[in-house]
T-cell receptor, first 109, second 113 residues
Framework: EDQVTQSPEALRLQEGESSSLNCSYT??????LFWYRQDPGKGPEFLFT???AGEEKEKERLKATLTKKESFLHITAPKPEDSATYLC??????????FGAGTRLFVKA | KAGVTQTPRYLIKTRGQQVTLSCSPI?????VSWYQQTPGQGLQFLFE???????NKGNFPGRFSGRQFSNSRSEMNVSTLELGDSALYLC????????????FGQGTRLTVV
């Protein structure tokens, strides 16, 4: 069964304390691994798409990487405004995208 | 350009009633996907439509149905509401399908009492 698992469930960081969020997946015929950010009361906002193992993408303090079994979202020197829920999702190729449960990130000033 | 619009934003319904939610995708986007989001289950895939055709459906009972119109606007319907249907319902649009970045609406918060 296709599955996306994120860890940790919650992460508390001090401002400037770098860390990584993990997304492990078992999706047959993966056609895209996505990262989204979701703020309370809002819909998810697209961050990155990765299509093949070894691919990396960066945006400001965020960097996403992909291997054959997992993806990482690295957060460098986070700020309080980076606090949000980060969602990982895999597209199965059958017009269906499966989401992980998310990692809630709290960054304290 | 305008984003994905979902209406209404909030709904309160009684058990046993039915409800219809609406989603207007970004202009030019022909694929619309629906998701149910709850604290315990996260985002669960409901169904995906493209050019008025349902191409995939998640593991939800038949009480959950949807459709897409020729202008790509989509509706989902839940009949015989149960307390467990209380959730945030999100729709997402893409130009051609879920293998590209999706643009989400703000969601409809449904509360069943």
């Amino acid at each position: 069964e296709d599955q996306v698992t994120q860890s940790p469930e919650a992460l508390r960081l001090q401002e400037g304390e770098s860390s990584s969020l993990n997304c492990s997946y078992t999706v047959s015929g993966l056609r895209g691994l996505f990262w989204y950010r979701q703020d309370p009361g809002k819909g998810p906002e697209f961050l990155f798409t990765l299509y093949s193992a070894g691919e990396e993408k960066e945006k400001e303090r965020l960097k996403a990487t992909l291997t054959k079994k997992e993806s990482f979202l690295h957060i460098t020197a986070p700020k309080p405004e980076d606090s949000a829920t980060y969602l990982c999702a895999g597209n199965t190729g059958g017009f269906k995208t499966i989401f992980g449960a998310g990692t809630r990130l709290f960054v304290k000033a | 350009k305008a984003g994905v619009t979902q209406t209404p934003r909030y709904l309160i319904k009684t058990r046993g009633q039915q409800v219809t939610l609406s989603c207007s995708p970004i202009s030019g986007h022909r694929s619309v996907s629906w998701y149910q989001q709850t604290p315990g289950q996260g985002l669960q895939f409901l169904f995906e439509y493209f050019s008025e055709t349902q191409r995939n459906k998640g593991n939800f009972p038949g009480r959950f149905s949807g459709r897409q119109f020729s202008n790509s606007r989509s509706e989902m319907n839940v009949s015989t509401l149960e307390l467990g249907d209380s959730a945030l319902y999100l729709c997402a649009s893409t130009p051609r399908g879920p293998d590209t970045e999706a643009f989400f609406g703000q969601g409809t918060r449904l509360t069943v009492v």
